[in-house]
């Protein structure tokens, strides 16, 4: 996130995440990461520490450059050149400021950008999912597990209207992440489409799996019947059926409408068809949702998650 009073600065050279390397054991944290190119990056600091970057770099392969003000750092230089700026202007920003309280969605970039799933669960465990308030205590939180992934040396979680974005960077000697041996299923559902480049399906379309049943094994058949091993590589979509009730004091549209909206957040997926019914029950409205979500699971294909 960035710096209520904080200045954006760019570095380039050569490996320009070993100099976030060196700043952090400085004890400087870079927030705001992007990319500019191959061998330059932009990001925000505290305006108290660019004197101390400086120094750090003074004598080295790296070129820093301060770019602009940024946070309440930029908005004091603004009133400082203009200082009969009316109330109502003021007003106005923090109403605009108002209106970005809420993440709506969440975006995963960077070298180590294959962990995006794992990433989002990361951030929801901290409180940060699509249609929730931001937090900066959460976002912090965040960034510290976001660290734990394997070969990941840097974490950024800032947020830039109602979009949250995630950079993570992978060190250049990471290894590689292990294959999965097989594919399977991340919940009970019927199986919609089954693509297999590598392994043996063991269901079909039109199935219904249960959570955690293997749909594609890590092995091959020989012409004489023999099983060779063999890391699996394919991909599934599952149509998964997801209930739930919610209580309310009086019945409205607002009632229906808020306890369809939770969930499809609980449900997760890609929504299909949704359908409710509300019943009176110890005087109070119990509203009871079906909904049917799209799950999609991958395998040793890319980014997809496994």
Do not use: H
Not at 301 to 306: D, E, I, N, V
């Amino acid at each position: 996130m960035t710096p209520l009073f904080g200045v954006r600065m760019e570095i380039s050279g050569i490996a320009p995440l070993r100099a976030l390397e060196k700043l952090s054991a400085a004890g400087i944290r870079a927030r705001d990461v992007r990319k500019e190119g191959v061998a330059r990056l932009n990001f925000c600091v505290k305006s108290k520490e660019t004197e101390k970057i400086f120094a750090i770099f003074a004598r080295s392969c790296y070129t820093v450059t301060r770019k602009e003000s940024v946070g309440l750092t930029r908005l004091a230089a603004f009133l400082r050149r203009r200082p009969g700026i009316p109330a109502g202007g003021l007003a106005a920003v923090a109403l605009a400021a108002s209106s970005n309280l809420f993440v709506l969605r969440i975006c995963v970039t960077g070298s180590a950008a294959r962990y995006a799933e794992r990433a989002e669960e990361i951030l929801a465990e901290a409180g940060l999912s699509p249609f929730s308030l931001y937090s900066e205590g959460a976002a912090e939180a965040a960034e510290a597990a976001l660290l734990t992934l394997p070969g990941v040396v840097f974490a950024s979680v800032g947020k830039e209207g109602c979009v949250l974005t995630v950079t993570l960077e992978e060190s250049a000697e990471a290894p590689a992440p292990a294959q999965k041996a097989s594919l399977a299923a991340p919940r009970s559902g019927v199986i919609e489409e089954l693509t297999v480049l590598r392994g043996t399906p063991l269901v079909a379309e039109g199935d219904s799996v249960a959570a955690g049943q293997t749909l594609v094994g890590g092995y091959f058949l020989t012409e004489a019947g023999e099983q060779r091993q063999t890391p699996a590589v394919a991909r599934c979509s599952l149509l998964c059926t997801y209930e739930a009730e919610f209580v309310g004091a009086a019945d409205s549209e607002q009632f229906r409408a808020r306890s369809v909206a939770a969930a499809r957040l609980r449900a997760g997926g890609e929504l299909v068809s949704s359908s409710y019914t509300v019943r009176e029950e110890a005087g109070g409205y119990v509203c009871a949702v079906s909904l049917v979500v799209r799950v999609r699971v991958a395998v040793n294909m890319g980014s997809a998650s496994g």
